[in-house]
């Protein structure tokens, strides 16, 4: 191993947490500071957690390996992402960042339990939301494992093993502070990086008319906007990534801690503008080694492959580090909102008092730790990498919480009985769709479930309205009435 680059690594596996644990060392002390950074994060900090937090090796490794395999229909698909970047800032984030900061609410659970007024959200909500972040957790450990591996030489054992003691030390102890400054120089790392690869990439295959030339002499199709792509799997990934960026209960944090109505503003164009650029650059590190004739034994190498084979090595090296920065801002937000949550959300209730705030805050830490070390033994596992897996669980939130989510911020009739079948039956018929559905009615396990979950919410809603109901006139009165928002 070369001292150069491991010298690199340290820095950034080691000092940059430990400059970002000790610059927000005064933001711990109480619960809304830890879980939401004292609701005073300010617009550039929003925006790169955000955009950080659903940008992983899900995009960097899955999203070029889905352009290198079925060409440019490979990259179209994150048109859906593209416009749930849009929808995320400029419609929902400036609501939630209103809704939370006036019902006071930490958690996702607890803005439903406000809304909908049942106690049942708690542990349900909690319960999924625990369930489907662990094969994301795996996901992205084994993703940045491997890379250590493969650039290093280090054994994937002690890869993981190291990787992991820092994300969840960092984790645990930081907060959503931490998480936040550490995710907008990451972030920062990333912009670099994936610059530089573009101008490489393009120079290596002569520009975006290259690239097509490339391709259509390997197979016209691979230019096509579908490419080679099944058109079920090309619109179950566009609706996850859709409705999945608002969806996500690691990246909601990032709304709740908005300091004002002013941030949601300022964020919103920095958001778009770097996470569209992120998935640009992923498309095309996917697309070169493809249009080059570079022979892959699994498609998922090929960001490896365009670190080796085509950039020079100082850029290779840069290119491990957006990687890296990009499954650590999406790790330490996923083990913070899972941690938080079986505490606020499970344990907190079932405990049936209220915790101190050193109480919750201690057990807080324990939980993220103890999921960590969980994610960390199924990384040892030998499972599937990235992009199908990583959409299954980041899909099953757009119908736990997207959808109650979306009714609660802009629909007064939304009931409780209708959220409740989102976030219980919704699952359970997403599953069996995605074993049993998919083949035979050629529809992705999201659209769906969505078409199903969707048509019972309204129809129940419209039939049991809400704004009838006694549960909803507090909160009819906090959020939706006029006066209130004024």
Request: proline share 4%; hydrophobic share 55%; net charge positive.
């Amino acid at each position: 191993m070369e001292i150069s680059k491991l010298v690199v690594i340290f820095v950034f596996l080691i000092i940059l947490p430990c400059w970002a644990l000790y610059f927000t060392r005064s933001g711990k002390k109480s619960v809304e500071g830890y879980v939401l950074g004292g609701r005073l994060l300010g617009p550039v900090t929003s925006a790169f957690t955000a955009a950080t937090a659903a940008t992983s090796a899900g995009l960097f490794v899955g999203g070029a390996g889905m352009a290198y395999q079925y060409g440019w229909g490979g990259g179209t698909w994150q048109l859906g992402a593209a416009f749930g970047v849009f929808i995320s800032w400029f419609v929902v984030a400036p609501k939630i960042r209103e809704l939370s900061h006036k019902i006071k609410a930490l958690t996702t659970p607890e803005l439903f339990v406000k809304r909908y007024g049942s106690n049942s959200f708690y542990p349900i909500v909690a319960f999924w939301i625990v369930v489907f972040t662990i094969p994301m957790l795996v996901v992205q450990m084994r993703s940045a494992a491997l890379t250590i591996e493969s650039y290093l030489g280090l054994p994937y054992f002690w890869a993981l093993i190291l990787f992991c003691i820092v994300l969840v030390i960092f984790s645990s102890l930081g907060g959503r502070s931490a998480i936040a400054y550490l995710d907008t120089v990451q972030g920062m790392i990333m912009i670099i990086g994936v610059t530089v690869a573009i101008v490489v990439g393009l120079k290596a295959v002569g520009g975006i008319s290259g690239v097509d030339h490339l391709l259509a002499q390997q197979n016209p199709g691979m230019t096509t906007f579908f490419g080679e792509m099944p058109r079920s799997l090309w619109y179950n990934l566009a609706f996850v990534y859709l409705f999945g960026l608002f969806s996500g209960p690691h990246i909601l944090p990032a709304f709740y801690g908005m300091k004002d109505g002013k941030t949601a503003r300022l964020a919103f164009p920095i958001g778009v503008v770097i996470s569209l650029y992120w998935t640009f650059a992923a498309v095309l590190i996917g697309l070169v080694p493809r249009a080059l004739g570079i022979s892959l034994k699994t498609s998922d190498q090929a960001f490896a492959v365009f670190i080796t084979q085509v950039a020079p090595e100082i850029i290779g090296l840069m290119l491990v580090l957006c990687l890296l920065a990009a499954v650590f801002t999406t790790l330490d937000a996923l083990l913070m909102t899972a941690g938080s949550s079986i505490v606020h959300d499970m344990i907190g209730r079932i405990k049936g008092q209220n915790f101190t705030e050193s109480e919750e805050l201690l057990y807080s830490k324990i939980a993220t730790i103890v999921i960590g070390i969980v994610a960390l033994t199924l990384s040892l596992m030998q499972m599937p990498l990235i992009t199908i897996l990583n959409a299954f669980s980041f899909g099953a939130f757009v119908i736990v919480i997207g959808v109650p989510l979306i009714l609660a911020l802009f629909w007064d009739k939304a009931n409780r009985e209708a959220a409740l079948f989102c976030t219980t039956v919704g699952p359970i018929i997403y599953i069996l769709w995605k074993t049993y559905l998919v083949k035979i009615t050629g529809l992705g396990e999201l659209p769906g479930t969505l078409l199903i979950v969707l048509a019972v919410s309204i129809l129940w809603s419209l039939a049991k309205p809400a704004n009838q109901q006694s549960y909803f006139q507090d909160y009819r009165e906090t959020y939706f009435s006029k006066n209130a928002a004024k």
